[in-house]
Structures are given as C-alpha cells and as structure tokens.
C-alpha cells in the first residue's frame, strides 16, 4: 500500500476493476511492494501522525481523507480492506464502519435531515427499525414501512414531498422475501430519492445493488465478510458522487476501525468465494432435505419456488448464501424447547456468517406492520456453517426426534 509512497490513498486501480471477482477477492486492496513484497498489509496501530513540514501539513489536510492525516481518518490497513471491498461492489468507494449497525446509521444519517421522510422496508433487520423508531424519530426525521413485496407503482404513491431516502434490504430478514431492486432503484432515480440497500445476506459476491442502480450498499462484514464469528466491522460502498456525504458524516460522528479488526476482516474477505461456495451448498441440501420432514411446514429460502421474490432471485443474483428459516408446524414450547436445548453442532446464538452452524427461534411478528406476518408454528431461523452436512442432518435430525417424542401419547407431530 502506500506505506513507502507518501501516505497518499492510492486511487483503486483500473487493473483491478477488470478483474472477476475470485481475483478481486484474492488481491484487491493489496500491494505486497510497497511492503517489501509482504503479501498482507500491514498493521497500521496510529493515532498521531506526524508531519514533516508546514506545507506539507497544509497540503494535506486539504484532502484529509486522501492521506495518512490522522488515525480516525484511516489508515493503510482500513484502505485495502475498503479498496477489495469496492472492487468487488462495483463502487467507487467503500468507508470501513466499526459495526453493521454503524454502517446502516452512518448511511441513513448521511442524507437525511430534521423533517425528512424515510420509506422503509417491513423486513429490515429489527435494529434498524428501533434506529428509525427511536433514534431518528426523536430528532424529527419520520418513516413508513412498506412490504417488500410492494410493485414500484404501489411504492410511488408511499412518497412524500419530504422522502428522501428508500432503504431496502432483500432478502428480507428472517422470512427472506426478495425485492425487485432494479424497479424500486428506477422509481427512486426518477424521483431524486436516494436508495440504500443492506445487501449482507448476499455478501458483495452474490448480488451487485449498484448495477442495479441502487446508491449506497452496505454489509455487516461482521458476517460473511469476517466470516469466523470474532470481529464486528461493517462497510457501505458508493460512487464516487456520494462519497464526500457519507464520509464527512460518518467522520464527523466519530466512527472508525480499529487496525486489527479491519486487518482480520481483509483477511476474511480473501477466503469468501470458497467458504461462500460451501455455504450456499450445504444450506440447498439442508434446506431440500427439511421440506421433506413432516415436522416442516414451510422452508423460506430465495433459492425455492414459492419463496416471494424467487423470480426476482434468479434474475438478479448470482448465488445464494448460507441463511435461512423454516416454519414448523403447530407444536408446544416443550416440543421446541426440548428439540433446541439438545442440539449438538447448531449453536444458539445472534450474529451468522462464521464457519459454524447456527439456529436460533425467531419471532417476527412484533417486527411487521405494513404486512402483518403470523405464522401457526413455531419459525427457527438456520445457518448452515461448513461443518459436514451429513452431520447436521444427524443432529437435525435427532431435534426432531426429541421434538416427536416430547408430544404425550403420539409419535408423530403431523
Ligand atoms: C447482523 C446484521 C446487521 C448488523 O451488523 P452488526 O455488525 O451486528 O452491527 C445488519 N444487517 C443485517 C442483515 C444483519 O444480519
């Protein structure tokens, strides 16, 4: 990087906007000599940076963010995981954000103001709401839910002369409705409304929003991105057009990276295509292997027909990942309970995307008003990890086992 080259940002080079993504995941973002042929950058720990002279303090402090200027505003390090990173986005530009969360704050703040109008999607993670219904409520900035599955037409008439942004996220969290991106992003276009979309499920592999002409992109890189459940760092990718926005807000706020964080998370990024391969692999399998069960109500994955927006899936994505959810039928707490408590690889916890298998019970209900969602079973959301997928499906397997027998008097809960 330019560690040897003035402490200038270099400029992402032409060369690797040609590349295919596996090429871009492998070497984007690095310059192993400007680093005596060291193949990762290094790790830059700064606050202070020193200046040699006047004028080149004042020099550079005319494009703070272009330079080694100070520590919050980036360093070496956080520039390759964000030059990789908008290579593979098809941006111009990506802004390293310590969390998912931050980089989803950092964007809606970006361009919204006091007064301003925010269309919102139903199925958006449900920090994201509490930040609309808390955060940005008290500072006089409203917001409309609207189902994901809304046509752009039906959308158009949800805008308000004070909209300013329409924030999407596809698929939607926990019950994986795919929204049709390139129609809403031509609506907003037409309309001067900026679009931002979280496209964490799909990782920048997956799904491109900016072909799409969607504005700002943003991760939870925590995810598939770290990819071995240990660092929380988020990243919004951009055009060049709206990178001063967003970086003067999100600098202005306070938010950086810290070095070994971003240092792991480039690090993480290197192995995506193949942990992201057998992601999307084992989940296909476990999800096909589900819709079988008789326990199984539904399975709620892009890549099924019957999923809303599978047409919409197939059109615009190129892979599917490893998250998903399944609705069960009718069974008691106990039944669930006792199915969930004995796992044995499915950890139970938040967060998704490292290496390991998770399933976590998910209550959606409280977290939908433009399209109230109720299902009669119990929903269990599952992330299939890169464990064997043979062994899941044992310790599936023996859940549901746990789960039948815990019915008095039946064997079966069909
Ligand atoms: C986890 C998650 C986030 C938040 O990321 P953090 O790094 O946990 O703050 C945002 N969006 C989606 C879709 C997520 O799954």
Not at 60 to 75: N, S
Not at 193 to 205: E, G, Q, R, Y
Not at 263 to 274: D, Q
Not at 351 to 361: A, F, M, R, T, V
């Amino acid at each position: 990087m330019a560690s040897s080259s003035g402490g200038k940002r270099p400029a992402g080079t032409d060369k690797s906007r040609a590349w295919r993504d596996r090429t871009k995941l492998t070497h984007a973002g690095n310059s192993p000599f400007d680093n005596h042929g060291i193949v990762n950058p290094p790790v830059y720990h700064a606050s202070t940076v020193l200046y040699r002279t006047v004028e080149e303090l004042r020099f550079k402090e005319k494009a703070p963010f272009e330079h080694v200027t100070y520590g919050r505003t980036g360093t070496p390090t956080s520039w390759a995981f964000e030059e990789a990173v908008a290579a593979l986005e098809e941006a111009d530009r990506a802004i390293a954000m310590p969390s998912g969360l931050a980089a989803i704050a950092g964007a809606l703040y970006a361009f919204l103001k006091s007064g301003d109008h925010v269309l919102m999607t139903d199925t958006a993670y449900f920090p994201t709401r509490k930040l609309c219904d808390n955060q940005l409520a008290k500072i006089g900035i409203s917001t409309t839910y609207y189902d994901p599955m809304v046509t752009a037409e039906a959308l158009e008439k949800l805008i308000r002369d004070n909209t300013r942004v329409i924030y999407l996220e596809s698929p939607g969290s926990h019950t994986f409705e795919v929204q049709d991106v390139p129609a809403i992003a031509a609506l907003a276009r037409r309309r001067g409304i900026v679009t931002i979309i979280d496209n964490t499920w799909a990782s920048p592999l997956y799904f491109k929003p900016l072909k799409h002409g969607v504005d700002i992109s943003l991760h939870a890189a925590t995810k598939y991105i770290v990819g071995h459940s240990d660092v929380m760092m988020g990243i919004i990718a951009m055009k060049d057009a709206h990178f001063m926005t967003v970086k003067n807000q999100v600098h202005g706020m306070g938010y950086s990276v810290g070095p070994d964080d971003v240092y792991l998370a480039l690090r993480g990024l290197r192995t995506m295509s193949a942990r992201l391969a057998q992601h999307q692999q084992t989940a296909l399998r476990l999800a096909d292997w589900l819709q079988k069960r008789p326990e199984v109500e539904r399975v709620l994955h892009p890549a099924l027909p019957g999923t809303p927006g599978h047409e919409f899936f197939k059109r615009d994505f190129t892979g599917s990942s490893g998250l998903f959810s399944v609705i069960l039928k009718p069974c008691s707490d106990s039944q669930l309970t006792a199915m969930l408590d004995g796992m044995q690889l499915f950890g139970m916890g938040y967060s998704w995307g490292g290496y390991e298998s998770l399933i976590i019970p998910s209550k959606v209900e409280q977290s939908r008003t433009a399209k109230p969602w109720k299902t009669d079973g119990p929903m269990l959301r599952l992330h299939a990890g890169l464990e064997d997928p043979d062994d899941l499906i044992a310790d599936l397997e023996a859940g549901f086992q746990r789960l039948r027998s815990n019915l008095p008097g039946e064997s079966a809960a069909e």
